[in-house]
């Protein structure tokens, strides 16, 4: 079924989901060993102290992973997995795919979008070692983009070659829709929609408008489509405006993925504009008054042509960028969210390298894939100094082209007597000012929660006494027993029971 159709502003609203991005998952990593002798840390620097600390902490099976996609851009593309903490295990490969191909995540599952050429959604399921489960066609030649979700069945598929967007049941690959986006193409016909998410009950799909008959140069306006999930119907933003308009962007080419910040709910699109010029952004999207409310940084100042950008971690962010003066080259650099300001180059080796960079928010790491031609693979760093935890490339059987990290915060358990564990969470995880403890009691009886710093001393109890069994939740105000706030660096958080431990590692960020 395809059909045209648009809505006002007042359309109806649904519940959202996260972005893919972000969501956490489920999967079986081996342990490590335990916490170093606090005489072992004194002294270490912040990175160094976090690389031990991550590399040493306990950790019973992590929900948290790196999956990716690596290819060599011709014939070949495989999926390789690494643990989100040191030593950062390698599974490499895990499953075939195609060699132009993009991850996304969703319950549990990892959805490969295969893209030209082989026009196809591949659901792998790490329970079941990344098997291929199911593996559908979006239509010959369509060039699908991006997978949003509106909910465990219900997904759309954006498609670069075609006209219509998908709304799919991804537990089969039936096509239960289709909405047809030409409205919003440029002379051509083609709207050429890329990247997807999905937010407070509307889809936004960034339209890209590139001109086919005179080198795929962006037609202004560049936009997001935005789509009543409730009804599959076009909404016009701009109802002053002759036919359908969607959110005008002051960039064009919305060339990467959409980010969705899940604390003030608003949308950060990458604009990479011509490939020529420094003329593409970083935009700020309101998904509720539909409009574009700020930019946050332009290519001018990040010092090169925008490819991919991470959120802060405070006030420092990541992007990919690329530059073909004096030398071809494709980076990372680190700039200041708030003021859009490059801070500096965070790996730099040289050549069109750099491909991708995500953050792991709860260890407070940056995953950076280095395609560079002597030893490709994925390097980490520290996302809050910039400095390298690697001592080099993370190995792959091909060059790694697409990163997806999988969860958004460390849950380290220790276990017991009886080997059985307590599992703690702590979130948000890097922390500005508070975060909440998460666990569970067994049965009633005397807990112990303590903050202590890297070198082992400690910082502060945050309970000892008798608890009830069930859910427990405390919170840490990110002070120190004498009720000054702590410095920025790494805590430890403890939760002990007669019988049980649980700790985690906290990155504290002013």
Known sequence: MSRTRVTGIGGTRGTGTRSARRTGGSRSSSGVERAAAPGRLAGLTLAAAALLLSAQVSAAPLSDYVVSVNSDYDVSGRVATLDVLAPWSVDDPVASVHSDADARYHDGLVYVVNHLYADNIQVLDPEQSFATVLQFSVGPGSNPQDIAFLSDARAYVSRHERTHLLDVDATTGAVNDSIDLSPLADADGIPEMSAMAVHGGYLFVAVQRLDRDYYWVPVPPSCLAVIDTATNTLVDVDGTTPGVQGIELPFTN??????????????????????????????????????????????????????????????????????????????????????????????????????????????????????????????????AEGSQLTTGPLAASLPPHDLLVVGDAITSVEPGGDGASLALSVKPNPVEDRCELAFTVPRAGEVRAAVHDVSGRLVRVLADGAFSAGRARLEWDGRAGSGEAVASGVYFVSVETPDLIGRSKVLVVR
């Open 254 to 383: 919305p060339y990467r993925d959409i980010h969705v910040d899940e604390t003030s709910g608003l949308m950060y699109v990458a604009c990479s504009g011509s490939w020529s010029s420094l003329d593409g952004a970083i935009v700020e999207v309101d998904p509720v008054s539909l409009q574009v409310t700020g930019t946050v940084a332009t290519e001018s100042q990040l010092g090169g042509e925008l490819y991919d950008f991470t959120l802060p971690l405070g006030a420092r962010a990541h992007a990919v960028v690329s530059t073909s003066t004096p030398d071809w080259e494709q980076f990372c650099v680190a700039f200041d969210w708030s003021t859009g300001e490059k801070i500096g180059d965070v790996w730099k080796p040289g050549g069109y390298s750099v491909m991708d960079v995500e953050m792991h928010e709860g260890s407070g790491q940056l995953f950076v894939s280095d395609r560079s031609y002597a030893s490709p693979g994925v390097r980490v760093f520290d996302a």
